[in-house]
């Protein structure tokens, strides 16, 4: 018998919604009728089935979209599944996304007694009208109300997303929106600046926004890291921050470049060495799910990633996180600059980037790949 | 069978997109010189870029036969032309190979500028002009308009010329009768010694150089011992022949009045300029032909390959191309900033894009180039006199007694109503008015002189969009003159870049100095930290502008894994920095360069 030692994540991914919100665009469909959300739960049961391996799984994660729009009943079927194809780690992080008004209380419960132990729930802002501007569908008051039923239920580890430098937002009320967060004693809080992507409610209107400068949204930045900080949480990736011990083990997992399997459309995979991914389209998924083991055009077709690209992964997701990377004299050199302005930092043979890094992570990522 | 009554040389003439290249081809097309098959692509001018820039950049000849409708057949000689004021000298020698030209006039336009030019070089070479009216088959066609302009702004009759569509082929065998009829036939005596022009050449790889040659006197035969009376260089014979559409027609004599080409084992164009002439070296013609002038590059620019492991391709690249143009030079330099290069010599601006561009296109390589320069003739305070075509060897400001700079003498056409506009120009590139006159009471000719280093960068392009297309330029180069000059330098970060450096008029240095700041500050990306871009003659500052430290550049979101977008991001951005030249420790793009070089373009 062959003892696997590897262990991997699971991502499934829901793309259903009530609505989009304007600045979303990520592949999601609002107003689903449930016949296709029935068909959609038997194609991922099936593709969760016709998929072996030996491996014990390290986190789950349920993405969205919104899961619970599919139908919580439905959601525990596909983790039902899950649990019987594949040996879950003893410590296995089981994260559900919900929204302020996608779950009630008994659902919640229903959740956690079926071995969910993690819940996100986006908050983006405590504002109402910055709420409304974002095109969310509740108040600040409903969301504090979902977040005491979160507890109710029985939740410890919990997360938040914030968005920041929203249209006419202040400084006071970012403020204002973390310290919300903070006093409810979330653990983890991602906090991400607005971008505007194309195809977007957001980018058709762009210019009619009014954005914060790019002074302003720099001292957000700022503000936000030192506000985090003081409060006791530590900014262990790009745009998030924890409480000691409620670092997200699924994000840490992509970063660590280890290996997942995405279930469902549009869902992303990094498997024996390949990394490729299901159609972004709910109809074709369904349709394929009946056919194949598992979206073959992809997974058979893709290369295994060269040594080269694996080192280049390392650096591009490795100084992501306050973990690093390892260096050697090379990197140290290359480095050098980044280091003398303040952007990075070398510990104990480790580099990781800074506050000040971490805001242009892309150009320094792109100049140590080169 | 020579019979040199039956020779017709003739040019055609006409304003960029008249439809000079599409009317030859109908020529050559009725007449069977081609078929209509072969005829995809207009062919008499073959290189790419040409057909872009809808200009013609080397003369070209094609002979074919034409049985006209007195029952004769006649031989004809279509020579070819470029378009453009750096070729002027070779177009002018291009004209005096030929007795006729076909001056192709749009009938929804009437006469343009270059038009006009054009036709005045015929009538100083006194060719017979045909004038041709084409685009008579589009709705806006008034061919009347036309024929008036003709007679009223040239003063040329027009009453009978030829109304043609070159497009659609329409009338085009009256346009060959009328030159049967009207080009006079070539005189010459046969028995004379050997008299002819070059107008062109070419190096072949088998035959070495091809001489493009119009025999006025004498004849040229394979065996005969030549000379080329402005070079000295001499050759002995070992091909001789005519041109047709698609290759080379061997023949063992060409005599008096005939077109065709040359070749003698030459191993270089060096020798075969244009517009000297050819003789026979055992039997002289006592005089060459009037005209001749050494093609002299008044325009210097440094070319470097943007990725610096590429230097031994481009010397190649450059010695290749010097093998087809005689007027172009270079020789190695190099640039602190920029490293290994070369310094280029060329006879104005477009001869020195059409060369870049070809650099790039045919041999696929990637070039930085600086700022164009004259060459300045300086007196040092120790008596010595130097010349300079690189602005990074001009002396320092108190080592110099006097600094001259070349000046040319401007002949300008424009239609009355931009004469106001074009002599704004003229004044503001320091240009000093000496005549103005009225060609017809729509056409002024002016006359100025400027100095070249005024001209070089964008003159041209200035004086068309001031003349919405019409003025016409000419130049040439009447001496030096003792000027203010000072040499300006950027600083990025602090550092000099040698590159950047160049010369201007102490007058419009802090303009200049200004908007060169404005533009690295728009085309420099922000880098991690602020980086100041400054303008300074001897070390003291007159422009500042600062690109501020880069502010974000995240992607703070990776969705259920996707990495693969990521990843994807990160290769354009790294793939951006490949064509960056790192100069100090400042991050510069090709386009930055360039910018430069196209000041006044907003």
Known sequence: ?370 | MYDIKKIRNFSIIAHIDHGKSTLADRLLEYTNAVSSRDMAEQMLDNMDLERERGITIKARAVRFEYKAEDGGIYDFNLIDTPGHVDFGYEVSRSLTACEGALLIVDATQGIQAQTLANAYMALENDLEIIPVINKIDLASADIEMAKREIEDIIGIPADDAPCVSAKHGLNIKDVLEKVVRDVPYPKGDVSAPLKALIFDSYYDSYKGVIVYIRVFEGSISVGDNIKMMHTGAEFEVVETGTLSAFSTVQRKTLYAGEVGYFAASIKSIVHTEVGDTVTNADRPTDKALPGFKKAVPMVFSGIYPADGAKYGDLKDALEKLRLNDASFLFEPETSIALGFGFRCGFLGLLHMEVVEERLEREFNLDLITTAPSVIYELTLKNGNVIRIDNPSNYPQPDAIEVASEPIVKASIITPSGYVGSVMELCQDRRGLFLDMKYIDSDRAELHYELPLNEIIYDFFDALKSRSKGYASLDYEIIGYRPSKLVKLDILLNGDVVDALSFIVHADKCNTRARRIVEKLKDHIPRQMFEIPVQAAIGGKIIARETVKAMRKDVLAKCYGGDITRKKKLLEKQKEGKKRMRTLGTVEVPQEAFMAVLKLDDE
């Open chain 1, 1 to 370: 018998m062959v003892i696997s030692l590897k262990t991997i994540s699971i991502y499934v991914h829901i793309p259903f919604c009530r609505k989009k919100c304007n600045y979303c665009s990520f592949y999601s469909l609002p107003d689903c009728d449930d016949g296709i959300k029935q068909q959609y739960t038997d194609a991922l049961i099936r593709q969760i089935k016709a998929f072996e391996t030996d491996s014990s799984i390290k986190s789950i994660y349920f993405g969205g979209g919104t899961p619970p729009v599919l139908g919580v009943k439905r959601l525990l079927a596909i983790f039902e599944e899950i649990k019987s194809s594949f040996s879950l780690a003893e410590d296995c992080e089981i994260t559900l996304e919900v929204n302020p008004r996608s779950v009630t209380l008994d659902e919640l419960i229903m959740l956690r007694e079926a071995g969910f132990n993690r819940i996100s729930m986006g908050m983006q802002s405590a504002d109402d009208n910055e709420l409304a501007v974002l095109g969310r569908t509740y108040t600040n008051a409903q969301y504090e109300y979902a977040m005491r039923s979160v507890s109710a239920a029985g939740f410890v580890n919990i997360s938040t997303d914030i968005i920041f430098a929203l249209p006419e937002q202040t400084k006071e009320g970012l403020v204002k929106t973390l310290i919300t967060a903070i006093n409810m004693n979330i653990p983890h809080i991602s906090v991400y600046s607005l971008s505007i992507e194309g195809g977007t409610p957001f980018y058709y209107k762009r210019d009619s926004l009014c954005l914060p400068d790019e002074d302003t949204e720099d001292e957000m930045y700022y503000l936000l890291c030192d506000i985090m900080q003081k409060h006791g949480y530590m900014h262990y990736e790009i745009s998030s921050f924890s409480r000691e011990g409620y670092e997200s083990r699924h994000n840490l997992h992509y970063w660590d470049c280890g290996e997942y399997i995405g279930f469902g459309a549009a869902a992303h995979s990094f498997y024996n060495g390949k990394r490729f991914s299901n159609i972004a389209d709910v109809g074709t998924y369904i349709a394929l799910a009946d056919e194949c083991f598992y979206s073959p055009t992809d997974f058979n077709t893709q290369p295994v990633l060269s040594d080269i690209e694996k080192a280049g992964e390392r650096i591009m997701l490795g100084l992501r996180t306050s973990k690093g990377i390892k260096t050697d004299d090379e990197l140290i050199r290359r480095s050098e600059k980044f280091i003398n302005n303040g952007y990075a930092v070398i510990r104990d043979g480790i580099l990781s980037l800074t506050d000040k890094g971490y805001r242009i992570s892309n150009s320094i990522i792109a100049e140590l790949l080169v």
